[in-house]
């Protein structure tokens, strides 16, 4: 494994997304864990435990349940553009299963914070 990515900015910390495609969990076929990318720049996106998404490259972020996701299976499948999801469930479940914990040194405790700040978005 490559070296931890993450870092802690206005309190706020963030670990490289590293997940299998939410849209797929959802429609019960699970994928293999990935990173994702920001489709405005092909950046790297990361997760922050107060619930947002963040390129930070480009700086932008947003709350996680305005995102849409789009994987190579995604595009395959004819997607015209990223598909939103309406509830976090499968994102949630997706970033507790992803190995992100394991594989990018996050911890229980930062993926309890992203539950609970996901959980009141919905
Ligand atoms: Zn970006
Ligand atoms: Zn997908």
Redesign the pocket.
């Known amino acids: 494994m490559s070296a931890v990515k993450s870092f802690v900015k206005d309190n706020i910390e963030y670990y490289q997304l590293f997940i299998q495609c939410p849209v797929y969990l959802k429609e019960g076929r699970p994928t293999t864990p990935a990173y994702w990318y ?1 489709s ?2 092909g ?1 790297e996106m990361y997760i922050g435990d107060n619930g947002y998404y963040y ?1 930070k ?2 700086g ?1 972020t947003a709350p996680v349940i305005e995102w849409g996701y789009e994987c190579c299976d995604c595009k395959q499948a004819g997607h015209e553009k990223a598909v939103v999801l309406d509830d976090l469930k499968h994102v949630a479940e997706a970033v507790s299963i992803s190995g992100m914990v394991a594989t990018t040194g996050a911890g229980l405790k930062w993926l309890s914070r992203v539950a609970n700040a996901l959980a009141q978005q919905c």
């Open positions: 920001h405005k720049d950046k390129c490259d480009c932008y």
